[in-house]
């Protein structure tokens, strides 16, 4: 807990008055959120784009201004957690199931600060099943296509019904054991028919902000764009 929190609000430095921020999802995110929420009361001035219906219920809660996604082009920065990122900064995402608003968000951030604990640091992705969204209708048949990647799937579950996105889909966790070439999987995974979005996130996160438990933080920064 200790250590997402202060990886969490390590990040939230970095906003700056006037900025356009994205809140991510899921228990790191949460404390951003927290500390942003404790900010504006302060007289920060920030306007948000939440990537779950989750995360905008707890940005109302603390009075953060939200606002539409489409009414904006290009947002400043967003905070994000991650369910595994590697050296490079590549991430599988998508453990809370919002890994479609979380990419879409992202890819118009111009900056992309990732927020995890120790645990969340691999050497290779794939440990964590990746996550991928799919369409409701054909999902047997697009699960069928998925295991022929060469992974082991479970159809994500709510209780005794699927689990089902903010977007009406269905998530698929796919199990390769590691990753080798993430971003060549990227692509084979969103070339399947049915396939809303995948957990992979190349290229995207540009830093990342490392809480551990002793209260210390580590700072990556994605070396092909350094900042
Ligand atoms: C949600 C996500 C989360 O960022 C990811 O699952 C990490 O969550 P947490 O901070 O709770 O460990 O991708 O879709």
């Known amino acids: ?23 991510g999802t ?11 929420g404790e900010l504006v ?13 989750k995360s905008e219920q707890l940005a109302r809660q603390l009075e953060i201004p939200i606002i539409a996604f489409t009414d904006i082009d290009e947002l400043d920065l967003t905070i994000d957690g991650a ?19 979380e990419k879409i968000v992202a890819s118009a951030s111009r900056e992309l600060v990732i927020i995890a604990d120790e645990s969340k640091a691999v050497e290779h992705l794939g440990a964590f099943p990746l996550p991928v969204e799919i369409a409701r209708f054909g999902a047997e048949m697009t699960m069928r296509r998925l295991r022929k990647l060469g992974c082991t799937l479970r159809l994500r579950g709510a209780g005794d019904m699927p689990f089902v996105t903010d977007n009406g889909n269905y998530i698929a966790d796919c199990s390769f054991a590691s990753i080798e070439d993430p971003g060549t999987l990227h692509d084979r995974i969103n070339r ?14 540009n830093q990342a902000v490392i ?16 900042i």
């Open 83 to 101: 369910d595994e990122l590697d050296p490079d900064l590549n991430l599988i995402k998508g453990g809370g199931g919002a890994l479609f608003r």
């Open 26 to 36: 899921g228990s790191t995110a949460y404390w951003a959120i927290q500390k942003i």
């Open 1 to 23: 807990m200790k250590s997402k929190q202060i990886a969490a609000e390590r990040a939230v430095e970095l906003i700056k008055d006037g900025m356009t921020v994205g809140l």
């Open 41 to 53: 009361k302060g007289g920060l001035s920030v306007q948000a784009v939440a990537t779950s219906d």
């Open 211 to 226: 809480g551990y438990e002793n209260g210390t933080v580590k700072l990556l920064k994605r070396s092909s764009n350094q």
């Open 192 to 205: 399947i028919v049915g396939v809303v979005e995948n957990g992979l996130f190349i290229g995207m996160a």
